[in-house]
């Protein structure tokens, strides 16, 4: 139980590694951190002779999941060698010490190696199931028990880990199954989902995003996050010299200007600014931070492109001067960053001032 395995988009292994062992030094962990490249996982290693356990907990409990940018999953635990038949019984065996578990997830990394061992984990997941269930390893369906993952680099190798189901990924693997919406224009859409499901909890959704709102969409053209908007609702400037969908512009809820998303500011405030411009991050990030501070917003989703190498050093520098400059105008603001599975070479930053009430409305 002397391991974190987390997995990642693949290609961005060295950022999780990067990210792990800056908190695991800030929570006095020791160990070290290391991962292949392109492999869709890192792992975390304790060193700590006896204390692995305990530090663990420790990194699991003041390390908030959700606050990890690059990592889509975690758990705590070891590999473990599997036979070529009745893995489950060596499977039973490794967990002699484990408590009993609420829920069962079988896992593969993000790779095509992985994506080949899918058929083999559902064949094998019911009877793994049967077998926790008889031995009293595993109850259904119990939240405030820890989640059982297991995580197969083939079918002789599994990760055998624990992880909190309310301080963990939200979905196996980490990955929503988001449907695209047949109506809306561009596949990006789903990138503006992705990132409400993953900074909004499913129960403020109606407080947060509803048709009484207003919202500015930079960079909008074609409308794939200017449909989610208007699909919740909203009243909606879409900045945009490129053409917007006519399907969108027929919903009367889009005022399409042709402007400069880095000059352009609404008359009012509004209640939502969302951002997909292909720009240097830095300038992006200042963007942000200008709209949340200055007060034309007061929630706001923007995309950071990530094409240097120091990819994780250089979103820690902006988030970092992000809150400063927050700071220094003293309002608060909740600030969240993730690579979404919808991402590619990028983040999603989510801003929210706290200090102000809803402005008004429309
Ligand atoms: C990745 S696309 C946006 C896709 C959009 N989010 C969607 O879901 O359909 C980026 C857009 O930003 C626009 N763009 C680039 N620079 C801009 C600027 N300075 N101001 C406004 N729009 C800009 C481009 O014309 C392009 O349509």
Redesign the pocket.
Do not use: M, Y
């Given at each position: 139980m002397n391991t974190v395995f987390m997995h990642c988009r693949p290609g961005f292994e060295g950022e999780v590694c990067s990210e792990i062992a800056e908190h695991a030094a800030r929570l006095n962990v020791s160990g070290y951190a290391k991962a292949k490249p392109s492999a869709a996982c890192a792992e975390f290693v304790c060193t700590e002779a006896g204390g692995a356990e305990r530090l663990m907990q420790r990194l699991m409990q003041r390390l908030r999941f959700a606050e990890l940018i690059f990592p889509r999953q975690w758990a705590r635990g070891s590999f473990v060698e599997l036979p070529e038949t009745d893995r489950i019984s060596v499977i039973l065996e490794h967990m002699a010490d484990f408590p009993v578990c609420g829920s069962l997830w079988l896992e593969v990394v993000d790779t095509n190696d992985g994506k080949e061992l899918s058929n083999f984990c559902k064949k094998f997941e019911g009877h793994l199931r049967k077998a926790l269930l008889k031995a009293g390893k595993l109850v259904e369906n119990a939240d405030d028990k820890p989640r059982l993952l297991l995580t197969f680099k083939s079918g002789r190798e599994v990760f055998l880990g624990l992880a909190e189901s309310n301080n963990s990924a939200m979905w196996p693997m980490g990955i929503p199954r988001l449907k695209f919406p047949r109506e809306?224009?561009?596949?990006?859409?789903l990138?503006?989902e992705d990132a409400w499901h993953h900074f909004i909890p499913r129960d403020q959704w109606d407080d947060r995003l509803h048709s009484d709102m207003t919202g500015v969409?930079?960079?909008?053209?074609?409308?794939?996050?200017?449909?989610?908007l208007v699909n919740r609702g909203m009243l909606v400037i879409a900045?945009?010299?490129?053409p917007m969908?006519e399907s969108l512009m027929d919903t009367g809820l889009v005022q399409h200007l042709m402007?400069?998303?880095?000059?352009?500011k609404p008359k009012q405030p509004v209640d939502w600014m969302?951002c997909?411009?292909?720009?240097k991050p830095a300038r992006n990030a200042a963007m942000l931070e200008e709209w949340i501070g200055e007060g034309h917003c007061r929630e706001a989703v923007v995309?950071l492109k990530l094409p240097m190498k120091q990819r994780y050093a250089e979103v820690r520098r902006l988030l970092d001067r992000i809150a400063d400059g927050f700071k220094a105008r003293g309002i608060q603001v909740e600030i969240g960053c993730k690579q979404l599975y919808h991402d590619r070479e990028e983040v999603t930053c989510h801003l929210r001032r706290l200090d102000v009430k809803k402005p008004k409305s429309r």
């Open positions: 809306a224009p561009s596949r990006s859409t990138k503006l969409d930079l960079g909008a053209a074609p409308g794939g996050w200017t449909w989610q900045i945009d010299n490129g969908a402007a400069d998303g880095f000059t352009f969302v997909d411009i292909v720009e995309n």
